[in-house]
């Protein structure tokens, strides 16, 4: 087949394009699971056994796949020929990740002990500065399997009612009950698990009173209280299941005047989002009852911050700086932190444009919730929608064993450590990709030819863990082909997670993205695998796709 791109109104460039064939690695697969060119039923369950590690896999589970191929067209009686074998392989019921939202995760453990879904500011349209302040945000977050709503309250220009906004900023006001009527509709459409409110609070007592009384009575039953059983030890998920909870503790006066002021602090610790002991004389008791989570101080600066008290549990706030700081000298110190009690970060207050940063800092020392501008696109948040993946999408994953349990000797953790020993070699082997000319119009990526793409392969994880390569440009070409493999040695691979982007290459500009995909390694399942591409918001592609082998090696 061949392509034509009018270069001016004399001159026509054209290139034959090859279509979607399978490698030969594929074809000889085949000829060793099928006779006289035709797989059976029972050779095809021997493949997916032996191949693609589907221990589980029994006649009907083949006769689904061959349902599933005979619902396209791309059946025979006798058997699949190889181009039906191929098209299986890259079709969507042979996804790296389990196909059911099962959540198979022990949910029974205290909440300190799973990553939340999290989102910040998650009323924001856009910019921290000068965007609007509506609920389509929280609706589309929840809808997404967000478990962690913040909402900033303020008093309005008369100091009459609580509405929500950024405060000291030119962002628009929303009606309080507008974004409270946003959570309670929305917060179970994908998962029965608890949705935490995170309320920063800049109201006086009068208003707390008013806000108890509209968020009793939006919420009701579903509305969880906190009972004197889990003053040192946070109640389950599972316990939890189609609750909200309140998470917040007012910040004194002095707060408000230090942030009107301009805290020099703000870099390390976002003075809007510091977190003082509670005052008897001056917090409304309705709005205190209210509290499930209740957030922490941070009195001692970075010496004590990580002082928990044994008899009662806590959430922490501190931002992305913050962190990073700690992180360097006082990491296994984060972990034991976050055994017991909840540590959310926040991004630091020069992120304007509602960036993100790197959640795997947070999450390698066990931050549970690792707050995040959902409005935003990027690397960073395409790994968060990727670590979310996990467990049935439900918005909560179980933290695993390395930084809930110690060392033989005591020793909590250390994800900076140069000592770690390989645990697992993984193996990435990219054969090609289809589905772009579907997807984009002919000359979306270049004017004058065919594109010219290349994959990025990559784990992001613990420090010695992220490693990343770069395929061969295959130029002029819909239908790549690379045939490359990457491996891995993997000390943590509980935590890491495995990046794949697609860009065109271009010589005088900017490469143009072609598609990404973030997995978690603890669900990527062996063997020959179709991995959907998606768009930069997140959303997955029609078409566009790689046919990827996966194997791990334990060591």
Same mark, same amino acid.
């Given at each position: 087949m061949k392509v034509t791109f009018k270069v001016c109104f004399c001159c026509v460039r054209s290139f034959k394009v090859k279509s979607s064939e399978p490698?030969?690695?594929?074809?000889?697969?085949?000829?060793?699971?099928?006779?006289?060119?035709?797989?059976?039923?029972?050779?095809?369950?021997?493949?997916?056994?032996?191949?693609?590690?589907?221990?589980?896999?029994?006649?009907?589970?083949?006769?689904?796949?061959?349902?599933?191929?005979?619902?396209?067209?791309?059946?025979?009686?006798?058997?699949?020929?190889?181009?039906?074998?191929?098209?299986?392989?890259?079709?969507?019921?042979?996804?790296?990740?389990?196909?059911?939202?099962?959540?198979?995760?022990?949910?029974?453990?205290?909440?300190?002990?799973?990553?939340?879904?999290?989102?910040?500011?998650?009323? *924001?349209? =856009?910019?921290q500065l000068n965007s609007r302040s509506r609920t389509e945000p929280i609706v589309k977050a929840l809808?997404?399997?967000?478990?962690?709503?913040?909402?900033?309250?303020?008093?309005?220009?008369?100091?009459?009612?609580?509405?929500?906004?950024?405060?000291?900023?030119?962002?628009?006001?929303?009606?309080?009950?507008?974004?409270?009527?946003?959570?309670?509709?929305?917060?179970?459409?994908?998962?029965?698990?608890?949705?935490?409110?995170?309320?920063?609070?800049?109201?006086?007592?009068?208003?707390?009173?008013?806000?108890?009384?509209?968020?009793?009575?939006?919420?009701?039953?579903?509305?969880?209280?906190?009972?004197?059983?889990?003053?040192?030890?946070?109640?389950?998920?599972?316990?939890l299941k189609n609750k909200i909870l309140i998470s917040t503790k007012p910040p004194k006066e002095y707060l408000q005047t230090q942030i009107s002021q301009g805290a020099t602090t703000s870099e390390s610790v976002n003075a809007e989002e510091l977190i003082q002991d509670e005052d008897e004389k001056t917090v %409304?008791?309705?709005?205190?009852?209210?509290?499930?989570?209740? %957030?922490?101080?941070?009195? =001692?600066?970075?010496?004590?911050?990580?002082?928990?008290?044994?008899?009662?549990?806590?959430?922490?706030?501190?931002?992305?700086?913050?962190?990073?700081?700690?992180?360097?000298?006082?990491?296994?110190?984060?972990?034991?932190?976050?055994?017991?009690?909840?540590?959310?970060?926040?991004?630091?207050?020069?992120?304007?444009?509602?960036?993100?940063?790197?959640? *795997?800092?947070?999450?390698?020392?066990?931050?549970?919730?690792?707050?995040?501008?959902?409005?935003?696109?990027?690397?960073?948040?395409?790994?968060?929608? =990727?670590?979310?993946?996990?467990?049935?999408?439900?918005?909560?994953?179980?933290?695993?064993d390395v930084l809930l349990s110690n060392s033989p000797r005591g020793e909590h953790f250390d994800p900076c450590s140069q000592d770690l020993q390989i645990k697992t070699i993984l193996k990435v082997k990219i054969y090609n990709g289809e589905g772009w000319n579907m997807d984009f119009s002919q000359d979306h990526f270049d004017r004058y030819s065919p594109p010219d793409f290349y994959a990025k392969v990559g784990i992001a994880g613990i420090p010695l863990d992220t490693k990343s390569y770069r395929t061969e440009t295959d130029t002029d070409e819909w239908f790549p082909v690379w045939d490359e493999e990457f491996e891995f040695p993997l000390r943590v691979p509980e935590l890491a997670l495995l990046c794949i982007t697609v860009k065109d290459h271009d010589k005088n500009t900017l490469n143009d993205f072609a598609g990404q995909t973030c997995l978690p390694l603890s669900e990527i399942k062996p063997g020959i695998r179709a991995v959907r591409l998606h768009d930069r918001v997140g959303d997955v592609f029609k078409h566009a796709r790689l046919l990827v082998r996966f194997v791990l090696e334990p060591r």
């Open positions: 490698p030969q690695e594929i074809k000889t697969l085949f000829d060793n699971y099928s006779q006289n060119g035709r797989m059976s039923v029972d050779e095809m369950l021997r493949f997916v056994i032996q191949v693609q590690g589907e221990t589980h896999a029994d006649s009907n589970y083949v006769k689904d796949i061959l349902n599933m191929l005979k619902h396209h067209g791309d059946f025979h009686p006798r058997g699949l020929h190889l181009e039906e074998f191929y098209r299986y392989l890259l079709s969507d019921f042979n996804s790296p990740l389990p196909l059911s939202s099962e959540v198979w995760q022990d949910m029974t453990q205290p909440l300190s002990h799973y990553f939340l879904y999290t989102g910040h500011n998650s009323y *924001l349209t =856009g910019n809808r997404r399997g967000v478990r962690v709503i913040e909402l900033d309250l303020w008093p309005n220009s008369s100091g009459t009612e609580a509405e929500v906004r950024h405060g000291g900023t030119l962002t628009s006001t929303e009606d309080l009950q507008k974004c409270l009527n946003a959570v309670k509709e929305n917060a179970f459409e994908v998962s029965d698990y608890p949705v935490v409110l995170t309320l920063e609070d800049h109201l006086p007592p009068d208003l707390q009173k008013k806000v108890a009384k509209m968020v009793n009575k939006t919420f009701g039953g579903t509305l969880f209280r906190c009972r004197d059983e889990y003053t040192k030890c946070f109640p389950s998920p599972e316990a %409304a008791v309705e709005y205190r009852d209210l509290i499930s989570i209740h %957030a922490g101080n941070r009195k =001692g600066g970075l010496k004590n911050c990580l002082n928990g008290d044994p008899n009662r549990v806590i959430r922490l706030s501190m931002s992305e700086q913050w962190l990073e700081t700690l992180a360097k000298t006082r990491g296994p110190d984060i972990v034991k932190f976050t055994q017991k009690n909840i540590l959310r970060i926040f991004p630091k207050t020069t992120r304007f444009d509602s960036s993100n940063y790197d959640p *795997l800092v947070g999450w390698i020392h066990g931050a549970q919730m690792v707050a995040f501008n959902m409005q935003n696109h990027g690397k960073y948040l395409w790994m968060m929608q =990727g670590m979310f993946k996990a467990n049935g999408g439900c918005g909560y994953v179980k933290k695993p």
